[in-house]
Structure formats: C-alpha cells, structure tokens
C-alpha cells in the first residue's frame, strides 16, 4: 500500500519523528481532564490553594500526666491523669469531646457499627452459646472512677458508646487552657480471642503474659478548622485521629518485667540491674546492637515470677499519641543511629520473647534503623530519641513504638517467608513513625493518607534494603488482580474508612502504587521526590486534608496532575488500554510537490455573508462613529467594495494566500524510499487514562522507546492514534513493556511478531487465570510457574 501524503521538512537520520492523529468521533470527552476545583473544599485562611497551611492555620494540644498500674493477676489495668487542654482555635468551646477507645471491646459500650452475618457452613464450638438478646454485658470496656476539674470539683460528662463528653464549667476562649483529671481503670483483654490493637499474649509454656497497653487512657479528641470535633465512633477498623502535646507517665508493673514506651526512660538507673544499666550506656555508642537485657536474663525471669514492684518513668515531647508494652519475657537490645539531615542522635531498639530471637536479634533493630534513615531521606528528618520494634504477633504503630510478628520454629528455624513478612512489617509500622505520627492526618477519616502513603515508603525502603525483597504493594503490576475486579466490588480510594470493602488493596496497595506510577512513569523521581517531601515539609506536625497532599503535589511540581487524582482516587475505572490497528504505509514519491508555488485566487473579494442585528443596529445608532468612515478617500478597494463604492475587475485576480512545502531535493529521493510510516490506533478500553509507553523492535534487533504523555487523551478520552516514520522495518510493537501502568489485560499490548516468552506469559493467564490472580498476592509467579526467569 502506497502512503501517499508523506509531509517531511527534513531527514532524520535516527528515523523517528511523530504525528498525533486525534480521532473525532460524535462523543469523545468526559471529564477526565476536568480540574478537581469542584469537588476539592475551598481554599482559605487557613489552608491554601497552593496546598500549604495557611497564615491563619492553628490546631489545639493536649499535655498529659499519667500514672498507670498494671495488676497482672487480676489482667487490669489502673490509671489516672491530668490532661491539659489548649484552645488556639478562634472558637469558644462549650465542651470537649474524648475517646474511650477500650469500649470497642464492651458487649454494650461498643460503636454498634453492625456487620451482616449468614448461616455457617459448618457448625463450631463458638455456636454453642445462644444469642444474647439483649446482650450481656462481658466486663470490658472503660471504667470511669471519677472525672474532676484541677481542684477536685466533679465535671459533668456523658459517655455515648467509645466517645465522652465533658461540660465546660466555663466556656474555653481563644488562648485559653483548661485543666481536668479522669481516674479509671479496664480489664485488659485477651488479644489473640477478642482481636484489637492492644491487650495480653498469653504463653501457656511458661504461664507468662506480654501485655501491649494501647488507646489505654481517655485521650483528646480533635478540634480542627475542617471538622470541628472528631468524634465519630471507634468502631476496630479506622484509626485515629489525635492532637500533639507532652507526656510524662509512671507504669507501676512487676518488678521484673521489662518496660518499653513512648518517649525517652527517665530512671533507667533505678529499673535496671547494674549490667543491664551498663550495656544501655554501651548501646548507645554502638553501632551494632547490644543486648541490654539478654536470653539467658528473660529466661530466668520467665521462672522466677517476682512479686515485687517497680515504676518505670518515661517522658515525650510534641506526640500525638502513647503506648508501651511490659513483660517479664523480654530480651532488650538497641544501637545508635544518627540521622544524616539532622544529625539526630537516635536509639534505635527492639525488645521480643524467645520465641523470636533468632529471626529479632539479627534483623529486627537494624531493620528499625534503615527504616528511620531511609524515611528521614524521603520526607523529614527523623525527630525523636528512639524507635523500637517489638514482637508482639501483631502489626500496629504508635510514636517512637510499634508491634510487629517474627516468631521462629520451636528449633529456631525460620522460613525466608516469615523473615521477609518479618523485615516487611517492622519497615511498615516503624515507617509509621512518619505517616501519620508526625505527618499526623485524620485516620478515622481517610486510611489511605497513612496507610497508603506510608505502604508507598514503605515500599522505596524496602528496595534500599533488598533488591530482590519480595515487596507485595507498590509495583504496578502487584494491583492488577484487584483493579480487574467486578467494579460492584470496588470503591474508590476517597471512601470513608468504615465503608471500604476491600481494605487491604483500597487503603494500602491503590494508593502506594498510584504514587509509585507517579513517580517512576508520570512525573519522573526528582520531581515526585521533591514534591512529596514539600508535603511532608509543609505538614509535618500538623494535620493535613486529602485536599493539601493533592494541591501541595501540584503546587510544587508544576504538574497539572488533577486527572490522575480524579482516575485514581476518586474513580474505580482499570487502566486498558489496547493497540486495535497497526497501518503500514511507505512513501509515493510521484505524489511529492513539484512546485514551490501555488496561488489561491477568489472571484471577488470577502465580505459578510450576512448582516447581523448588532451591525445593522449599530449603524442605526447616530451616537456610534466608525473608525474608517473619518477618511473613506484613503480606504482601499475592499472597503470600497463592501459597501457598493467600487465594483469587482473581472480581468483581476485577488491573491489570498501562497503556501506551500520545500521541494525534496533529488538526493533525498532515495531516503524516503526507505522510510515507512506506521499508524497506530489506540482505544481506551479502561476506561482510566495514562501515558501510552511503546517499545519498538526492528528487524535488525534493534529497540527503539516511546512515551506519550497521558495528555495526549485529553481531547479524545476513547481512541487516539500516533504516527511513526522509520527508515528502518518495524519487526513488533509492545505497549508498556516494564508493565508500569497497572494495565489489566495485556494481550492487547502487541502487534506484529510477539517474543516466545511474552507469549507464552500470556497463554499462561489464559489457561489459568485464577492462578495468575494469585500470583500478584505473592501466591504463585507465574513467570517462574512457565519456567521463565521474572
């Protein structure tokens, strides 16, 4: 086939330029290119348009004092406090809200957040007890003992579900503190039985409790410019939302347990034997770590159950939030880190059973240690004095804590699985440290800004400690198999966190991945890095809105990136996109110009074809002067003519306009006879738009890549098609060969002849496509399952 209008002003010899051919059919836009002005909360004082905290922004604190005492025998736990609370809001406050979290494990103090349930398919001892109507109240939940101002005058307060309500005596005015003290106390649940964040493990081989003391103490709620009270009720599954302050707690525990928390110890001196004191001071110019308390120490204290007491003291500034852990199974160690931006000087620590220690003591602190530093480089420098690790068969994050799995065989032998999930998880909830310990967003609100962009850094920190690490979220092709779901089993990523069906990939894996497309495939890894960390600049301490992340990216990129916002997290549409046609075509060179002038002539000159109302009005108008009526002598034969002064020349030709191409020089002749042109056609069959990434392979075996931005569907949301000229024959075009777009169904993505192990990947899915859904959720690989290398 002849391709006969080749347009070429010169040869390039590498052989590559390109045309965009927009399609035009009847209905080709929607609103995927829309700005998000209108669905995004309206810039103002307090927060901006550019996405930074406004000149007028402000948040509220809370400073406590709390001593806690742990009853191990009867599993309960005591505490009183004195909270601090400071109003920086223009508002006047009538009363405080805060957050009895311990009631979502009461059978009658709970959110009531109800799931539907059906008939089992097989009967269990758990239905053995018939249904509580109404239900029986099962002894958990918080136990309020007295609640009073600073002077001991009793406050008024109501408890609806896992929220209480204190009436102000007075109302609280800008600039003004207020200080009350809550005595309480809550049996302290069975972790593995009734689920939760916190609780007790405990270990029938030894009779010994490790206890994970968690949303333990009636804490503020948030006062913001956004919501006002966040109040909504904890019901287990959203996180937190909570303001900063200062703590200083007392835990009153068995004499030997060991105790790690929040914030730095403050009388490590009285609560450690002389050697362990010893080897804390040598940890902390290590640069390897040293057991603080050691195996053959936990194991003997596991035997010898002491009846005795101790008070462990610690202190933390400016944290959102405080937890700690105590157990007289736990061997201690910790070495020193120091955080390059800052020169921090930091203990990074971790504290496990037995059970763990072959897997925690070779990994688990410099894994702590990597995570700080790594996170610090990405976001903001790391500002605390420790951070710690602690197996506790859980996975949950507080500030400078957190509680992770790891547990070996009885013979101490571990499977690569569990030391990968092991490594994985201690990045993840030390990362959370970050997003949002400090970085601190509304979880009861939107789990994906810190589950999703932590899982995202979580992601950059693990490839820094292994190539080769087995990560399960951030990789575009690891979100396939759920972005191919039925969409009646999909929500989009801006769903509230209690509504979300499918947890794990819509608050985690989505909102990783779109920021790892955006950074490898959309904006490119400076750009996104120095975006990201504006917004980790901008917000640290602070409590930043999906709003401020989104403009804070387009803000300092200069990246209008609203149409991957308004795909990617407010809509449920796949990425697939698929090559239709491939149209082949080379040069007529009996068709290329031989003249260098054409002439455009008309019969006569242009004029109106038709007199509008505002002309004719406009001349009726007598206070209206025309500009060329001042001078008709001057005016030129057009204006004559259009208003009946002059009459056309029959003889004359008016010359419009000469336009035409250079004229291909003999020489170039036999260049364009090499040169072939290919057409491609795309469709949007996804319906969620991205860059069209294309790998051309020649007959010669050489490889040639393109990439076009996402902007070239941003006229025709449906189809587009390219262009291409070579001199050389195309042997196979593939679409986003590094699959880095998340695109579903790649047996759209080639034309021409395909490679024996790309087709051989793709017969594979065909065949077994339930197998390779698994293989995204590290089930199977499929590249390895067809003896191929992935």
Not at 493 to 502: A, K, W
């Amino acid at each position: 086939m002849k391709f006969k209008s080749l347009v070429l002003s010169l040869f390039i010899p590498l052989g590559i330029f390109a045309q965009d051919i927009q399609n035009n059919p009847k209905s080709n836009h929607g609103n995927k290119f829309e700005q998000l002005g209108t669905i995004l909360p309206t810039p103002n004082v307090y927060r901006t348009a550019s996405g930074a905290p406004g000149q007028g922004y402000w948040q509220n604190r809370a400073d406590y004092d709390i001593s806690a005492y742990l009853d191990e025998d009867k599993r309960n736990l005591k505490g009183s406090e004195t909270i601090t609370y400071y109003n920086s809001s223009p508002d006047n406050l009538d009363y405080l809200w805060l957050q009895l979290d311990e009631n979502e494990h009461s059978s009658v103090k709970n959110a009531g957040y109800d799931s539907g349930s059906m008939l089992p398919k097989m009967a269990t001892s758990d239905h053995l007890k018939t249904t509580d109507l109404p239900n029986e109240d099962n002894g958990y939940g918080v136990n309020l003992e007295k609640v009073t101002d600073a002077f001991g005058n009793p406050l008024k307060y109501i408890v609806n579900k896992t929220m209480m309500r204190i009436d102000l005596p007075k109302v609280l005015k800008k600039g003004e503190t207020f200080k009350f003290k809550i005595e309480w106390n809550y049996n302290i649940s069975d972790r593995l039985k009734m689920g939760g964040r916190g609780g007790y493990e405990y270990f029938p081989e030894d009779g010994n409790d490790l206890y994970t003391i968690t949303q333990w103490y009636p804490r503020m709620c948030v006062y913001s410019d956004f919501k006002g009270w966040q109040n909504n009720q904890f019901t287990g599954r959203a996180e937190f939302a909570l303001a900063f302050g200062d703590f200083k707690v007392s835990m009153n525990v068995p004499a030997d347990h060991i105790v790690a928390s929040t914030g730095a110890g403050k009388n490590f001196e009285q609560v450690l034997t002389s050697a362990q004191l010893a080897r804390w001071k040598q940890a902390q110019n290590s640069n390897e770590p040293i057991e603080i308390v050691t195996l053959d120490e936990a194991k003997k204290s596991e035997k010898n159950k002491s009846k005795e007491r101790k008070i462990w003291k610690f202190e933390a500034e400016n944290v959102r939030d405080f937890a700690w852990t105590s157990s007289r199974k736990f061997i201690w160690d910790g070495m020193k880190v120091i955080i390059p931006e800052n020169k921090n000087e930091v203990m990074a620590m971790s504290l496990y059973p037995k059970e763990a220690y072959n897997l925690y003591r070779k990994f688990s602190t410099k894994a702590v240690a990597h995570t700080i530093k790594t996170y610090s480089e990405f976001t903001i420098p790391y500002p605390y004095p420790v951070a710690q690790s602690i197996e506790a068969a859980n996975g949950m994050e507080y500030p400078m804590i957190c509680f992770n799995y790891g547990r070996t065989e009885k013979d101490g032998t571990y499977s690569e699985g569990i030391k990968n999930g092991m490594i994985g998880v201690i990045i993840h909830e030390v990362g959370h440290n970050f997003f949002p310990m400090i970085i601190n967003s509304d979880e009861r609100q939107w789990s994906w800004m810190d589950e999703g962009l932590n899982t995202f850094v979580e992601y950059l920190t693990e490839e820094k400690w292994d190539n080769k690490f087995p990560s399960r979220r951030g990789p575009a092709h690891t979100i396939i198999d759920y972005m191919k779901l039925p969409k009646d089993q999909l929500e989009p990523i801006m769903t509230n966190s209690e509504n979300i069906i499918q947890f794990g990939p819509n608050a985690y894996s989505k909102p990783a991945t779109g920021l790892n497309i955006l950074r490898e495939t959309i904006m490119g890894r400076e750009l996104f890095d120095k975006a990201f960390k504006t917004y980790s600049q901008r917000w640290a301490f602070k409590h930043p809105e999906p709003a401020d992340f989104f403009r804070t990216m387009n803000d300092a990129s200069a990246e209008n990136l609203d149409w991957f916002w308004r795909g990617w997290f407010y809509g449920i549409d796949p990425v697939d996109i698929s090559i239709d046609k491939v149209t082949v075509a080379s040069a007529d060179l009996d068709a290329l110009p031989k003249s260098r002038e054409t002439t455009y002539t008309v019969d006569k000159p242009l004029q109106n074809d038709f007199e509008d109302i505002s002309k004719i009005r406009n001349r009726e108008d007598k206070n209206i002067t025309f500009y060329t009526d001042k001078d008709k002598e001057t005016q030129d034969f057009y204006w004559k003519y259009n208003r009946g002064l002059e009459k056309v020349d029959a003889t004359k030709q008016y010359v419009m306009k000469v336009n035409n191409m250079e004229k291909v020089a003999e020489k170039d002749k036999a260049k364009l006879q090499k040169i072939n042109a290919y057409q491609i056609d795309f469709s949007n069959k996804g319906g969620l738009v991205m860059p069209i990434i294309l790998e051309f392979t020649f007959e010669d075996g050489t490889k040639l890549t393109d990439k076009s931005s996402a902007q070239i569907w941003r006229k025709n949301e449906q189809k587009v098609s390219k262009t291409y000229y070579f001199d050389k024959k195309l042997k196979s075009i593939q679409l986003d060969p590094m699959r880095e777009t998340a695109d579903i169904d790649t047996s759209n993505n080639f034309w021409g002849e395909i490679p024996e192990a790309t087709s051989k990947f793709q017969v594979f899915k065909q065949k077994n496509g339930d197998a390779a859904r698994g293989a995204s959720q590290g089930k199977v690989n499929p590249m390895q399952a067809a003896g191929k290398k992935n």
